[in-house]
């Protein structure tokens, strides 16, 4: 049933569109080779995303050695799917929103964190709003383009914003986030505390930033020296994040008939500490198995998704 199900899921794929590569080089030795096949009459592309309706083959390599090969299957939505993302019967949503955490990056169909979640429950079908290397400001501009409930077909649930204080980083596109993030949406927050979209950093970014873009990231010597700039946030930059996150809470709301709005913090306790000053939004920081800073193994997957419904089924 469920293969049959999956199967009238899928698109007409057109034979005659060859296969788009993409190869980045990074700073330690990382590189990333972004291959998109299986590419329908609808595929579309876009500056910062390699495809929609399509299959994207991503292999992660670390001074030469394969870290992870994985096959994503992204929809028209630019949406992660798999298999259990058309379980029948479900009633409300449960959306993950930000990055690649949402997007589990690095698990397999049957290891991430919507299919975990899809074949967990018989009430939630679970969303992957985020995509590898996305920040708070692209879940903000998604809920601010107001087209989320034409794409999401059950209109009541909730929402997990899984952040982390790299996060929070990638949103005030500081300069080890720089090399990534040209095409970034520019979210700023006026005067009156409102926040706006400028278009993209490279068009509307600050000198100094669209002068980075420009001039040292083509370099991977200079590229190495701008990622040696990380450090955690300061509380400023925090308090700002944290003003994000209530924003596309209420912006949620707004569109959906919301049940709850969670922040899944998986970053450092002293960040954690200072967030929880700014934000009245519920705050859960989950203990799991990691692959690096912050992805989790297919355990650690596991782990969050146990968290997460034990914060939900305990509310």
């Known amino acids: 049933m469920l ?3 999956s199967l009238s899921c ?3 794929v057109d034979t005659s569109v060859r296969p788009k590569i993409r190869h980045y080089v990074e700073p330690g030795g990382r590189e990333y080779i972004l291959e998109s096949f299986n590419l329908g009459k609808k595929t579309t592309f876009s500056p910062d995303h390699p495809c929609l309706d399509c299959d994207l083959k991503a292999t992660k390599l670390v001074n030469g050695k394969p870290l992870y090969s994985v096959v994503y299957h992204i929809d028209e939505n630019g949406f992660r799917t798999t298999s259990a993302s058309f379980l029948p019967g479900k009633s409300k949503h449960l959306l993950l929103i930000d990055g690649s955490m949402a997007f589990s990056e690095g698990l397999s169909d049957r290891d991430s964190l919507i299919d975990l979640i899809n074949r967990k429950n018989s009430v939630y079908r679970a969303y992957d709003l985020g995509f ?9 501009s998604l809920f601010h383009s107001q087209t989320l409930p034409k794409r999401i077909a059950e209109k009541s649930g909730l929402a997990v914003l899984i952040s982390h204080d790299q996060d929070i980083r990638r949103f005030l596109v500081t300069t080890d986030h720089l090399i990534y993030s040209a095409q ?23 000198f100094i930033q669209r002068a980075l873009i420009r001039i040292c990231v083509p370099l991977l010597s200079c590229k190495s020296l701008m990622t040696k700039s990380y450090k955690l946030p300061e509380e400023k930059e925090i308090a700002l994040a944290a003003a994000l996150f209530n924003d596309i809470e209420k912006m949620y709301r707004q569109q959906f008939q ?7 913090w998986t970053g450092s306790d002293s960040v954690y500490e200072v967030l929880k000053k700014y934000t009245s939004l519920p705050l859960i920081k989950v203990s799991y198995e990691r692959i690096d800073s912050n992805h989790p193994t297919p355990k650690g997957a596991k782990q969050i998704v146990d968290a997460l419904f034990k914060e939900i089924q305990g509310n």
């Open 258 to 264: 919301a049940e709850r709005f969670i922040i899944l």
């Open 10 to 12: 899928q698109k007409e």
């Open 132 to 140: 590898l290397g996305n920040g708070p400001q692209h879940s903000w």
């Open 184 to 206: 970034f949406p520019n979210v700023l927050q006026n005067p009156t505390g409102e926040f706006e979209n400028h278009g993209t950093v490279e068009a509307s970014g600050s």
């Open 3 to 5: 293969l049959a199900l």
